[in-house]
């Protein structure tokens, strides 16, 4: 056996296919811990970079290429992979200058089987969940946990079973989870006690949890860093900025980067830049009292999918933030929507909590905290078409106190060449609501 689960406070160990997603003795969080030693002698940067461009499952993945890395005993039959990862990293000059800094790299999630990084944790769960022979796997979601859920649990011959939020759920997120089969189930509460709620519904109805508080989701993304890092040659970059809601993916990366670390896969460990919304920046409140206390909040942001005021993961996002001599940011919904229409401006596009990530740098580099020598490596989390509505009512300006500093406006026009040619020289009408 190469892994087992291990509790993050108290070290308790578990066999690796217990059903348990907190500690017994401590209720503290797990960790997939893999044999490190073992690892170190039989993983080298070639044994992924010979996969590079294989057609052959499940090492097309870009999750499975590193499988040593994320649940080295599985067995091939159990894996449920679409196959993920794989994702573009685009440089992108004219947005480093906007953030202020030389080099800037964006690394498109977004560009996932349903849209978002979530494929990647999903891939890890729902094998999982195979492992275990569950039946059923369940989650509470601000949408894309959902979407991705509803996927794999079809794809993979599980049942699906997602709670949402009744209001303030992007539409497309909504659209898919209906679309691949899983039961839907609005309540009339918001994200946190939704999750509170499937958790209890998962221990008395037997049904399996694939929230971020299950370490499986977090074993598959940790491959969005390790890939990154391999798509730089294994230079590894200076900074790593991402948004922070639930804190799975800042806790996976800190866990990719400080096993990549151990297994003398790189030379040094990137420092970590999360970056939440102002009104659901719980993780960024604490970290200015230096996490001396930790409150939970009432999330409320248009950036829909990190509307999350008690992220569950928060112990291993403070690991996270000491694993990497990380830093915490804030950004406001304004900044959040005018960087999201940079983004999409430059043919790239993301949805809004994406944003986050290069509104984030700037405000960093501005702060002095970020230097403009140095190189980011920015992850925009979904695609752009998840939340539609966000980004019309941004161009036309319907965002009430909020303000489209960087509209594309919708034109109107009469069926006629002149009509069109008055618009194309700039006196044509634009359409503003
Ligand atoms: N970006 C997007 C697009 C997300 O959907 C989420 C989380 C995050 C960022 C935050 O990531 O939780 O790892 O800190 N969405 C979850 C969901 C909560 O239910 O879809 P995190």
Same mark, same amino acid.
């Given at each position: 056996?190469?892994?087992?689960?291990?509790?993050?406070?108290?070290?308790?160990?578990?066999?690796?296919?217990?059903?348990?997603?907190?500690?017994?003795?401590?209720?503290?969080?797990?960790?997939?811990?893999?044999?490190?030693?073992?690892?170190?002698?039989?993983?080298?940067?070639?044994?992924?970079?010979?996969?590079?461009?294989?057609?052959?499952?499940?090492?097309?993945?870009?999750?499975?290429?590193?499988?040593?890395?994320?649940?080295?005993?599985?067995?091939?039959?159990?894996?449920?992979?679409?196959?993920?990862?794989?994702?573009?990293?685009?440089?992108?000059?004219?947005?480093?200058?906007?953030?202020?800094?030389?080099?800037?790299?964006?690394?498109?999630?977004?560009?996932?089987?349903?849209?978002?990084?979530?494929?990647?944790?999903?891939?890890?769960?729902?094998?999982?969940?195979?492992?275990?022979?569950?039946?059923?796997?369940?989650?509470?979601?601000?949408?894309?946990?959902?979407?991705?859920?509803?996927?794999?649990?079809?794809?993979?011959?599980?049942?699906?079973?997602?709670?949402?939020?009744?209001?303030?759920?992007?539409?497309?997120?909504?659209?898919?989870?209906?679309?691949?089969?899983?039961?839907?189930?609005?309540?009339?509460?918001?994200?946190?006690?939704?999750?509170?709620?499937?958790?209890?519904?998962?221990?008395?109805?037997?049904?399996?949890?694939?929230?971020?508080?299950?370490?499986?989701?977090?074993?598959?993304?940790?491959?969005?860093?390790?890939?990154?890092?391999?798509?730089?040659?294994?230079?590894?970059?200076?900074?790593?900025?991402?948004? $922070?809601?639930?804190?799975?993916?800042? !806790?996976?990366? *800190?866990? @990719?980067?400080?096993?990549?670390?151990?297994? +003398?896969? &790189?030379?040094?460990?990137?420092?970590?830049?999360?970056?939440?919304?102002?009104?659901?920046?719980?993780?960024?409140?604490?970290?200015?009292?230096?996490?001396?206390?930790?409150?939970?909040?009432?999330?409320?942001?248009?950036?829909?999918?990190?509307?999350?005021?008690?992220?569950?993961?928060?112990?291993?996002?403070?690991?996270?933030?000491?694993?990497?001599?990380?830093?915490?940011?804030?950004?406001?919904?304004?900044?959040?929507?005018?960087?999201?229409?940079?983004?999409?401006?430059? $043919?790239?596009?993301?949805?809004?909590? !994406?944003?986050? *990530?290069? @509104?984030?740098?700037?405000?960093?580099?501005? +702060?002095? &905290?970020?230097?403009?020598?140095?190189?980011?490596?920015?992850?925009?989390?979904?695609?752009?078409?998840?939340?539609?509505?966000?980004?019309?009512?941004?161009?036309?300006?319907?965002?009430?106190?909020?303000?489209?500093?960087?509209?594309?406006?919708?034109?109107?026009?009469?069926?006629?060449?002149?009509?069109?040619?008055?618009?194309?020289?700039?006196?044509?009408?634009?359409?503003?609501?």
């Amino acid at each position: 056996m190469l892994s087992i689960l291990q509790c993050m406070n108290c070290n308790r160990q578990y066999p690796i296919d217990a059903v348990i997603y907190t500690c017994e003795e401590c209720g503290g969080l797990l960790d997939v811990q893999h044999d490190l030693d073992t690892l170190r002698k039989t993983v080298t940067r070639d044994t992924f970079d010979q996969r590079l461009g294989t057609y052959e499952a499940p090492y097309n993945s870009g999750v499975w290429r590193y499988k040593e890395l994320i649940y080295p005993d599985v067995k091939q039959e159990y894996i449920v992979s679409r196959p993920e990862g794989n994702t573009n990293l685009y440089h992108s000059p004219k947005l480093a200058q906007w953030a202020g800094v030389k080099t800037l790299y964006l690394k498109h999630e977004g560009e996932n089987p349903t849209g978002s990084f979530k494929d990647r944790g999903m891939t890890g769960g729902l094998t999982q969940a195979r492992v275990l022979g569950m039946k059923r796997v369940a989650c509470a979601s601000t949408g894309n946990t959902s979407a991705s859920l509803a996927a794999y649990a079809a794809f993979g011959g599980l049942e699906g079973i997602v709670f949402f939020q009744n209001k303030q759920i992007a539409l497309g997120k909504l659209s898919q989870a209906i679309a691949y089969g899983s039961t839907c189930i609005q309540i009339a509460a918001d994200f946190d006690k939704n999750l509170e709620l499937v958790r209890q519904v998962g221990i008395e109805l037997g049904i399996y949890v694939l929230n971020s508080i299950n370490p499986f989701r977090l074993e598959g993304q940790k491959s969005i860093v390790i890939e990154a890092i391999q798509q730089l040659r294994w230079k590894v970059p200076d900074w790593i900025v991402l948004p $922070g809601g639930n804190l799975g993916n800042t !806790s996976a990366f *800190s866990k @990719a980067l400080y096993e990549l670390h151990k297994l +003398g896969l &790189i030379d040094r460990i990137p420092r970590l830049a999360i970056i939440q919304a102002e009104g659901a920046n719980p993780l960024y409140r604490s970290f200015v009292k230096e996490f001396e206390s930790y409150e939970p909040m009432h999330a409320e942001t248009l950036a829909t999918a990190i509307k999350i005021g008690n992220p569950v993961n928060y112990p291993k996002a403070v690991r996270a933030v000491m694993w990497t001599d990380g830093v915490v940011e804030q950004v406001s919904d304004q900044e959040i929507l005018d960087a999201k229409a940079l983004i999409d401006g430059q $043919g790239i596009g993301c949805e809004p909590a !994406s944003g986050c *990530s290069l @509104a984030g740098v700037r405000k960093l580099v501005n +702060g002095g &905290i970020i230097k403009p020598t140095e190189t980011v490596v920015g992850i925009l989390t979904g695609h752009l078409l998840k939340d539609p509505d966000a980004t019309i009512s941004y161009h036309r300006d319907e965002l009430g106190t909020l303000k489209a500093n960087y509209p594309n406006h919708l034109h109107q026009a009469e069926p006629s060449v002149e009509a069109i040619s008055q618009i194309l020289m700039g006196k044509g009408e634009a359409q503003t609501a």
